[in-house]
């Protein structure tokens, strides 16, 4: 990733010196305040509008991003008119001379196929009309040309040739960088999926045994523990949001430790400890019923008596600081590391690999989990949860029926 943004730099450079088009145009000594000169000024002035720009081709280009980009990218340029084309059609054509069009989608055949930008006069009869040269800029993603960049001027023109060409490769910036955060969100998909996949059959064909075994003898009881079941599935196999809150995650990990409790009674003791504040902050979706999954399995292994878990929940200033530990087994911490660095996939070591891999995609390597563990002394686990982190959002609270 470093390498990327590395490369995002340098992409940003040229886009300034296409400013200095820009800054011809608009940039007077008089208006610059405490700006500088007007070279600092068409500066900012470049810097300000490519931002407004980016936000639309952060999601990747279709019409309607290519729309709410447009006017924004011909004044980054100062040019009458500009279109954005995929590699199929004009998305848009913003500005004047849209009766070009359909002569431009002709034009566009050649630069698509080849990668090369041109440019080219544009027929046309009318007095009145302002654009007459056309630049093809084509936008290039990993190699592969996924549309184009139009601008069109009153007469040719050698700078607005290498502006064009500037400006269409930021945008290629833009789209690249939509390429990752789509790729992001399939891979914490394809994670979510895995975690769904591990939900235990013999969890399920035990809460269900358990519900049974009181059908009859506690009718009362049968009808809450279902009920605990259904919200518990329906929370899991939700199918919107790649973030939850941290109310909604300990709420279906309450209905899971009401199906265990059921099956185990007084063999499994927990303790919560929850700060309100904390309640709202958002993190990824399922990421931290596994972990308590995880205590229970190994707290009740190997154990006659109690298996005593607790999970707190503190606000810690920028961060909530969440805490999952258990008094059973314990592991190997040398195995631990092996489990956390994909060598091996022991019953139950996936949620844990998951979890933390999940964790630092979203918030950065010095978010993972932090493990404290040895043979028979138990499991401790803490996650770091920022409260405020660009990109996590959750959906909030689910309801149904």
């Not at 500088?36 to 300000?48: I, S």
């Not at 932090?370 to 949860?385: F, P, S």
Request: negative net charge.
């Amino acid at each position: 990733m470093s390498g990327f943004l590395a490369g995002l730099c340098v992409a940003a450079l040229p886009l300034l010196a296409a400013g200095f088009w820009l800054g011809r145009r608009t940039a007077r000594p008089e208006s610059q305040g405490g700006l500088g000169t007007p070279v600092e000024h068409a500066t900012f002035q470049t810097l300000h509008t490519a931002s407004l720009a980016a936000p639309p081709l952060r999601e990747g280009l279709t019409g309607e991003t290519a729309r709410r980009s447009a006017r924004t990218l011909r004044s980054l340029l100062g040019t009458d008119a500009l279109c954005l084309a995929d590699d199929h059609d004009v998305l848009v054509w913003d500005g004047a001379g849209s009766h070009h069009r359909a002569e431009v989608r002709e034009r566009l055949a050649g630069p698509l196929e080849t990668g090369r930008g041109e440019a080219f006069r544009l027929d046309c009869d009318a007095p009145d009309c302002p654009v007459r040269w056309a630049v093809v800029a084509p936008l290039t993603v990993d190699d592969r040309v996924r549309g184009a960049l139009v601008a069109c001027a009153p007469r040719e023109s050698a700078v607005l040739l290498r502006a064009a060409g500037e400006v269409a490769r930021w945008v290629s910036v833009q789209l690249e960088l939509a390429d990752l955060d789509q790729s992001r969100t399939r891979l914490i998909e394809a994670e979510i999926k895995v975690l769904r996949a591990q939900i235990s059959p013999h969890f399920i064909f035990n809460s269900l045994a358990v519900i049974a075994s009181f059908v009859r003898t506690d009718p009362e009881r049968a009808r809450e523990l279902l009920l605990e079941f259904a919200d518990f599935t329906r929370y899991s196999f939700r199918r919107h949001g790649e973030f939850t809150t941290l109310a909604d995650e300990l709420h279906a990990i309450d209905h899971y430790l009401a199906l265990v409790r059921a099956r185990f009674g007084d063999r499994l003791s927990v303790t919560l400890q929850i700060a309100p504040e904390v309640l709202p902050v958002a993190l990824p979706f399922l990421c931290l019923q596994p972990l308590v999954e995880n205590a229970v399995k190994h707290g009740l292994e190997g154990k006659a008596d109690t298996c005593r878990i607790q999970i707190t929940a503190q606000d810690a200033g920028a961060e909530a600081l969440v805490v999952i530990e258990d008094d059973g087994a314990g592991m190997d911490p040398a195995l631990l590391r092996r489990i956390l660095a994909g060598e091996v996939s022991p019953s139950g070591g996936i949620g844990l690999s998951n979890v933390d891999d999940r964790l630092r995609q979203v918030y950065g390597d010095d978010h993972g989990l932090v493990i404290e563990t040895a043979v028979g002394a138990g499991m401790k686990i803490t996650a770091r949860l920022p409260k405020y982190q660009p990109g996590v959002h959750s959906a909030g609270r689910l309801t149904g029926t």
